[in-house]
């Protein structure tokens, strides 16, 4: 969204270097917002870490050599929107996904039927003798365990 929010304000599309950093930015706050649960449970922890993501990645893009001059109204108004738009997609999402759930495990189900289950027994052989054939190689072997012989 910062992207969007930047690229619409006639800020233009970061280059590879750009788009990079953003990535790493992503993961960084990804990991911020799971990692604490303030940010994960509390409205204002989600928009702090909203406008905070978008304030840095404003910044990385700056870094990035993408600068356009000092910022302007229309600049923070795509920003402040872009946090908006993202708080309100993270709530819908919130409240749908477990509905969402709920429905593929119903739906699911009925598209692809389980395979039934084959006890154990039939799968394996009953033509092998385990504990004869495991006696035999067990008598054949020589045993290299134990400590080293002094000399």
Partial sequence: MAVLAHGGASGGLPDGTGAFLLLGLSVILA??????????TSRFG?????IGGQMAGHEVLAVAGHSHG????AMFGAHAAAVLICGLLIA????IGPR??????????????SLPAVP???VLPQC?????????????????RGPPLTV
């Fill in 31 to 40: 990991v911020a917002a799971t990692s604490m649960p303030m940010l994960r």
């Fill in 46 to 50: 989600l928009f702090a870490l909203l």
């Fill in 70 to 73: 000092a910022p302007s109204t």
């Fill in 92 to 95: 819908l999402a919130e409240r």
């Fill in 100 to 113: 969402c759930a709920a429905a593929l495990g119903r739906v699911l189900p009925r598209l692809f039927p």
């Fill in 120 to 122: 154990l027994l039939q």
């Fill in 128 to 144: 092998l003798d385990l504990p004869t054939q495991l006696a035999a190689v067990l008598g054949a072997s020589v045993s290299r």
